[in-house]
């Protein structure tokens, strides 16, 4: 079962997202608004088993509600070659002490470290040949980009299948936030 925890965003929120992606950029792939989420922790794939450790320990986790707010779009590049858009999200102390508290837990069960830092995202759109002047064209367009807040009250546990179009992904337990 491959995992990872995540907080599941409102349908306005997504349709708000999708209007992202009919503004055009050829050549990127763009993720399905049922697919939109912000990742807290990628997990990767796990025996039935490891899955219930890991459900455990994020069940006795503690925390409150906090509202959240994305703006801005950006890209991730590697080897000098951007492969995503991603809409950012404005810094937020609640989300980061929960995202460390999860990570916590999840070491304490037996995984292992995360080793990338932390950088709270929603991926609109995976890329292939998109023309770098097309690119930096649609992330200027949309730099101002700002949703209205919306109030964090749970975050899920998913797991994810690879799909023929995209990958299916199905919310396997919701923890709730005081």
Known sequence: MRLFVALDLPWTLRERLAVLAGTGLPGARWVPPENYHLTLRFIGEMPGHRAED?????AGLRGRGFSLTLAGVG?????GRATAVWAG?????????LQNKIETAL????????RRRFQPHVTLARLDNVGESKLVSFVQAHSLFRADPVRVEHFTLFSSRLGKEASVYTAEVEY???
């Open 54 to 58: 890991i459900d455990i320990a994020l």
């Open 75 to 79: 890209t991730f590049a590697k080897g």
């Open 89 to 97: 999200v404005e810094r937020n102390p609640q989300l980061d002490r």
């Open 107 to 114: 070491q304490r069960c037996g995984l292992e470290p995360e």
């Open 176 to 178: 709730g936030l005081n």
